[in-house]
């Protein structure tokens, strides 16, 4: 379970939308087929051969792009800022977003509900 897993502190985004594409491949005939990326920081290993390490993710989300697959990219913490390469990852950049908080995470939340549901949430 969750409690025997450990972090080493390297984040491999690629690795993420690799293990992806075959899910998405054998999903619902006729299924919307969405990824909410999250992420606290940026690919730090696994680059390809003569690529950078973000290079390498933002290859490995435009193969899943291709696919049909619509990517949101959202960033968080610390480690990320309104900078980052949320844009490139994500299908285009308004699905691209950066939380500062909670709040604006939560706020996020409810824009993705409207846009992949089509229905607004229910008033406070």
């Known amino acids: ?51 950078t390490p973000l290079e390498t993710a933002v290859d490995a989300a435009a193969r899943v792009k291709g696919d049909g697959v619509t ?15 949320l844009k490139d990852i994500a299908t285009e950049s308004s699905k691209a977003r950066f939380a500062k908080d909670l709040a604006a995470l939560t706020s996020h939340l409810v824009e993705l509900q409207v846009a992949v549901c089509g229905v607004s949430p229910p008033p406070p």
Do not use: N, Y
């Open 1 to 51: 379970g969750i409690d025997q897993m450990s972090a080493d502190g390297e984040t491999s985004i690629s690795d993420g939308f690799e293990a992806a594409r075959p899910l998405f491949a054998d999903g619902r005939l006729g299924a919307t087929k969405i990824i909410l990326f999250l992420s606290d920081g940026e690919q730090t290993v696994d680059a390809a051969p003569g690529k």
């Open 71 to 85: 990517v949101f990219a959202w960033g968080f913490g610390d480690k990320m800022s309104s900078d980052s390469p």
